[in-house]
């Protein structure tokens, strides 16, 4: 059974910092693009960053290009997303996803596997 589990959402003030990880298990973690997505009530999933299956090429929505950085760590089977310089357009629950020996989606319906979501708070 495949499960991906995000930690590392908080709140956080204006400015600030956060590190979120994504966990994988059930799967072969080094065969998968790993992408993360947020979520506000109301709106659609929206990609945030990826990580693509082979080599070291990364993709990020240009609101968090600068301020955001993908990474991952086969061996430990985690996916991170160093975020700074937070700011209150930031909220929102994020969430972690595999793409089997994907490029780097930005498009969510191309992910397999999705976490369960963590929230960022960024207060203002």
């Known amino acids: 059974q495949v499960q991906l589990v995000e930690s590392g959402g908080g709140l956080v003030q204006d400015g600030g910092s956060l590190r979120l990880s994504c966990t994988a298990s059930?799967?072969?973690?080094?065969?998968?693009?790993m992408g993360w997505f947020r979520q506000t009530p109301g709106k659609e999933r929206e990609f945030v960053a990826a990580?693509?299956?082979?080599?070291?090429?990364?993709y990020y929505a240009d609101s968090v290009k600068g301020r955001f950085t993908i990474s991952r760590d086969n061996a430990k089977n985690t996916a991170y997303l160093q975020m700074n310089s937070l700011k209150p357009d930031d909220t929102a629950v994020y969430y972690c996803?595999?793409?089997?020996?994907?490029?780097?989606?930005?498009?969510?319906?191309?992910?397999?596997?999705w976490g369960q979501g963590t929230q960022v708070t960024v207060s203002s």
């Open positions: 059930g799967l072969l973690f080094s065969n998968y693009a």
């Open positions: 990580y693509r299956w082979t080599g070291t090429s990364t």
């Open positions: 996803a595999a793409d089997r020996l994907g490029q780097g989606s930005s498009r969510f319906n191309e992910y397999n596997y």
